[in-house]
């Protein structure tokens, strides 16, 4: 019995690996961390021969030391240039003048939001005194929004003809720099491998200094998240942080910022209020020489 569950449970571990050959890979690194927990409690105490049961534990145990590390905050940048804050505001949601006043508090350079929908649009016109220029990509019954303080550059703001993106230029104090919101949807066995695939290529005129805010409905070290990070020419910045529960309230982390390398920074966790996801505040220093 318990050779059968350490056998099973192993390999979804190694499975967790595979987004790249298969989507199902990504469904299970949302409980990569779990599965090598899991292996790791029972594997040693099968019957299997110790030279062979310690070394799958310690591997087990590395797996689990990796995630750990990865969870850990790192000292950011001391000043910050942009200040970019990343939700997904869910549909039906509530709080929504205190949600207008924490995003007046934080004062954030840019927004990208998800599940912007009719019903909950009118939170976009409210901060248009303070944030004038926006990209609004209304798909079915919800879309992505770029929000902003700072003037466009003519003729690159864009929507993604497949739901996902939004996207535009923008000149700043430090320079141009592009701001994505994205919002890709389930793994395996849903279609968001497939999604990533339609939509991808719209990243081909991005390029410079690009800074992604998204609800990746993906973890940090999922295939996913790879791809976007090519296709944009970024990489995800800080600690894995749990910004969403699904089931019994699990934690799992598929909110994510992605900025390009010559950039330090610093993310924090904010409050749901009135989401079901918590938000994502990045402060951001962009490197003079980059």
Same mark, same amino acid.
């Given at each position: 019995m318990l050779k059968s569950v350490s056998g099973i449970l192993g390999l979804c571990l190694l499975g967790s690996y595979t987004g790249a050959l298969h989507p199902l890979g990504d469904s299970l690194a949302v409980f990569r961390l779990e599965w090598a927990v899991g292996f790791a409690l029972v594997v040693i105490w099968t019957r299997w021969s110790a030279w062979l049961r310690w070394p799958l534990a310690g591997l087990a145990?590395?797996? $689990?030391?990796?995630?750990?590390?990865?969870? %850990? #905050? #790192?000292?950011? #940048?001391? &000043?910050? &240039?942009?200040?970019?804050?990343? %939700?997904?505001l869910l549909v039906g949601r509530e709080e929504n003048e205190r949600w207008l006043g924490f995003v007046e508090e934080v004062s954030p350079d840019f927004l990208t939001l998800q599940e912007v929908s009719p019903s909950n649009r009118y939170?976009? +016109?409210?901060? !248009?005194?303070?944030?004038?220029?926006?990209?609004?990509?209304? !798909?079915y019954r919800y879309?992505?929004?770029?929000?902003?303080?700072?003037?466009?550059?003519?003729?690159? #703001?864009?929507?993604? !003809? *497949? +739901?996902?993106?939004?996207?535009? %230029?923008?000149?700043?104090p430090h320079g141009r720099v592009w701001i994505v919101s994205l919002h890709i949807g389930w793994p395996w066995p849903y279609g968001q491998s497939q999604q990533l695939t339609q939509i991808l290529p719209e990243l081909d005129r991005v390029s410079g200094h690009v800074i992604v805010g998204g609800d990746f409905n993906a973890v940090a070290w999922s295939d996913a998240v790879r791809r976007v990070e090519e296709a944009s020419g970024t990489r995800r910045i800080g600690h894995w942080m749990s910004t969403f *529960?699904?089931?019994?309230?699990?934690? $799992?982390? $598929? &909110?994510?910022?992605?900025? =390009?390398?010559?950039?330090?920074?610093?993310? *924090?966790?904010?409050?749901?209020?009135? =989401? +079901?996801?918590?938000?994502?505040?990045?402060?951001?220093?962009?490197? *003079?020489?980059g």
């Open positions: 145990m590395g797996v $689990i030391g990796h995630h750990v590390c990865m969870g %850990q #905050a #790192a000292g950011g #940048a001391s &000043d910050h &240039d942009f200040v970019l804050y990343q %939700q997904n939170l976009l +016109d409210r901060l !248009k005194p303070e944030y004038p220029n926006q990209v609004y990509c209304p !798909k879309g992505e929004a770029v929000v902003t303080r700072f003037e466009p550059v003519p003729g690159t #703001a864009f929507c993604s !003809k *497949r +739901d996902g993106l939004a996207g535009m %230029q923008v000149e700043t *529960r699904i089931g019994w309230r699990w934690p $799992i982390g $598929i &909110d994510h910022v992605l900025t =390009s390398p010559a950039y330090a920074q610093e993310i *924090r966790l904010m409050p749901q209020l009135g =989401s +079901d996801h918590f938000g994502v505040l990045a402060y951001l220093t962009r490197g *003079r020489n």
